[in-house]
């Protein structure tokens, strides 16, 4: 055991308080990318630590490095968890000393029991017999603990997401968890059930237990959490500390986006934006699941020839369901509104007729849903435009090979040759692929999504030079992405979305990233509406 | 340190035809030469005709995302109960007889095809249903019993030998010649393509590279058709064999709808958002099989001069191993014709050597078993770089 001094945080006040947990000098590189370089994190016994960032700025790979998801050994620095230093290889191995995390994707199995997921992989027993009763029996107290009054028989699928997050916090509990981490609890969850479970995470508190929440949700944060640390690209900016500075929305979203814009983007010269050219209008879709859930919402928006549009928002905000539902209804059930394709309303029911239409949308997951990867780059260029290379369906192998060679050229894809299969390229160059092949469906109107996600520096900017040289073209543009400073280096126009809504309109001039994510972050609140201020905070509180 | 490597990719490609020639050779030199008698190899393509019919069908399920058919053998079975049902209870035409089988071939493929492709009931559901229901129904329409003879207009069609023109004593000149036309016509196209290509500056494989490949292939043809010469020549089935083949191998390599088959299995999303109708790939994959298990089925009570309700016994297992055999990845997406055909022609020599050997029956099937079974971990385990999967 240590008892160490809280550390002194400039402005005096050195408290005495036992560390739980100490992140010290965390490195982390992928093959190519250094996702945390130098990370410390400190956490104190009995305390709500929020962790705050960008997408992409290494929350969920510092904390995916802490449960030993990524094992000893596979990044640099110590863990050192109740005063020992930890080598975690599996999960189990950070399990047992009471750090459980929960996933911001729920990991049940729908139609198992409540109690059989709690204790999935951790049976109560003996060996080679189940104690049912015992299972059914625990899971019910523990269930109760968290609030639920379902009996642990109910299956999975029978609930609520918002419960089946609370049976994952009981599942937790039920490890004897010491230290609970929380990857976006409430992402998935309405109003009441956010609160419920952030109600439960303060009242856990009381009884001594330790918490690591991420969020984007900066009102959630702001409400429980005593610390928050905020990382970006990689590395900690800083800790606030609930009793010594002063916590608002603007003083997190500072330290969240401070970075220092540099010329990362390719001039555009004599941008001309002609006439326009799609409009979109009262866009709704529903999830193809879950029919009461709206993923997009009364969404209108329109581009014009030449015009870079930016769709910028967090993750799960609805823009890929907006552009997948628009692209021939490829995502999405109940679909409706409209779309104007230079002025003539159109139907897109299908992708061939988008393509008809000449739409292209390149998709955010080009290993899922973008490549063959298995196929060499020339059949996966062509593949979304097998008319032009065939003549009466029987394919000219010799075009195909040259308009391979062609786009390779144009786009600079580094490969050994067009025979290469994708799959054996970099993310970059598999990126390039991906756009040859919707270049060569000759779109008017391309809707690119994470066009720069996971590859490196020298890669981006080739993108978005090609992005420039295509809007010149005449072509729009319309740039999906989650990096607010890649949305204001290339657009001409930025909309922000939100949980499934247009929160807003913004011209690249006007456009900073302060006012981006104030947007995104203030949006959540009125939509939410959950928290506000600390004076209603008082007055809900009263009111129950 | 190039060309190493090369030998290397190469020896993977052609591993198979390697173990072919290899057992090929054992079961010569075991048999005392009894297995490249003319007979023999003769008897090769009448017994396994239906394999290389089924089996090519059968690729284009497995390229979808690695489904297989298992009712094929039930419909094989089917299909020659309506086809006997109608020549010999009922005296009908047999090429009306032919056009009807063929039909309910499609009819079959097309019912299950729906289930498969716009409704997305498991293809090994829908085809183990299948299997029970076809062969139900086979023992149904012949009620139990076995029909025969078949006419011998139908006979002729898939039963007889190509008439020889020049009449020699004990070798078929004819079918020689044949076999010496398809090398020429062979070699003269390949070397006519690559020309053509080296023209328009694209890359071509090395002449000599080429050249031995070509010669290779086209001994065999010629040493293939010399036997068949000193048998009776050409068998018929020989020739619905080949222009099967023919076509189907131009229709996975040539065609786009070739294309759409290797696309779905190898990344069926990705296809989707391309602007392709993925249901309507599958559809296709389940209506052609029916449709050329109806050619096996026809082919079948040729060759057994029967129509009885046991025929097609398990040939869905024999198409199904001479593809995987034959390289078609159990996940879907790679695989070819000739692959396909190099699968079923080891399938059918194994059976036939150990039947020359007399090696038990039930030794046979562990035999058969364990090349399935070696040849699909080879294809599996040699994706990848360690032999035990990783979590």
Known sequence: MREAPSKNNGKGGVILAKILLEMKNITKTFPGVKVLSDVNLQVEEGEIHALVGENGAGKSTLMNVLSGIYPYGSYEGDIIYDGQICEFHYINDSENKGIVIIHQELAMVPYMTIAENMYLGNEKGKKYAI?????????????KTVGLTESSHTLIK???????????????????????????????????????????????????????????KLNEIAYVADKITILRDG???????????????????????????????????????????????????YHPLYSDHKVVSDVSFHVKKGEVLGICGLMGAGRTELAMSIFGKSYGANI???????????K?????????????????????????????????????????????????????????????????????????????????NQQKVLLSKWMFAEPDILILDEPTRGIDVGAKYEIYCIINRLAAEGKSVIMISSELPEVLGMSDRIYIMNEGKMVGEISAEEATQEKIMACILKSDQHSEGILGTPKERAKQQEGE | MKNKFKFSEGLKKYTMVIVLAFVVILFTVNTGGKMLLPQNVNNLIAQNAYVFILATGMLFCILTGGNIDLSVGSLVCFIGAIGGTMMITFGINPYVSLLAMAIIGVLAGAWQGFWIAYVRIPPFIVTLAGMLMFRGLSNVVLQGMTLSPIPNPFLSLFNSY????????????????????????????????????????????????????????SIVILAFMYKLAMYKGIPNALIWVTVVIGIYSYITSKTTTGRYF??????????????????????????????LAAVAGMITVARLNSANPTAGNNYEMDAIGACFIGGASAYGGTGTVPGVIVGATLMGVLNLGMSIMGVDQNLQKVVKGAVLMAAVIFDVVSKRKSFIAKQ
């Open chain 1, 348 to 428: 897109l029911n299908s992708v061939k007729e988008a393509i008809g239409h000449k739409l292209a949308y390149v998709t955010e997951d080009r290993k899922g849903n973008g490549l063959i990867l298995g196929n060499p780059i020339k059949i996966n260029t062509t593949l979304a435009n097998l008319k032009a290379i065939s003549h009466r369906t029987i394919i000219d192998k010799d075009k195909e090979f040259g308009v391979a060679q062609e786009y390779r050229d144009k786009l600079k894809t580094k490969c050994s040759s067009v025979e290469q299969n994708v799959g054996n390229l970099s993310g970059g």
């Open chain 1, 235 to 285: 590395q900690t900016i800083e800790t606030l500390d609930r009793n010594v500075d002063t916590i608002s929305e603007d003083r997190i979203i500072k330290g969240m986006v401070g970075r220092e814009l540099v010329d990362r983007f390719p001039k555009r010269h004599d941008v001309k934006i002609g006439e326009m050219a799609m409009e979109v209008e009262n866009w709704n879709a």
């Open chain 2, 262 to 291: 290797y696309a779905v299995g190898g990344n069926e999303k990705a296809t989707r958002l391309s602007g392709i109708d993925t249901n309507k790939v599958y559809f296709l994959a389940y209506l052609n099989m029916g449709f």
């Open chain 1, 158 to 216: 029978d609930i609520s997401v918002g419960k089946q997050q609370l049976v994952e916090i009981a599942k937790a509990l039920a490890k004897r968890a010491k230290l609970l981490i929380l990857d976006e609890p409430t992402a998935s969850l309405n109003e009441d059930d956010s609160k419920a479970l952030l109600e439960l995470l303060l009242k856990f508190k009381k009884e001594g237990m330790t918490s690591i929440i991420i969020s984007h």
């Open chain 1, 336 to 346: 409706s509104g409209t779309v104007r394709i230079h002025g003539e309303e159109v």
């Open chain 1, 131 to 143: 104690d049912w009763n015992e299972t059914y029996g625990e899971a019910d107290r523990y269930l």
């Open chain 2, 162 to 217: 190509v008439p020889d023109i020049f009449g020699m004593e004990g070798f078929n000149l004819t079918c020689f010649l044949i076999g010496i036309i398809a090398c020429l016509g062979f070699f003269v196209m390949e070397l006519l393509g690559r020309r053509r290509r080296q023209q328009k500056g694209y890359h071509v494989d090395p002449l000599l590279g080429t050249i031995i490949k070509l010669s290779l292939i």
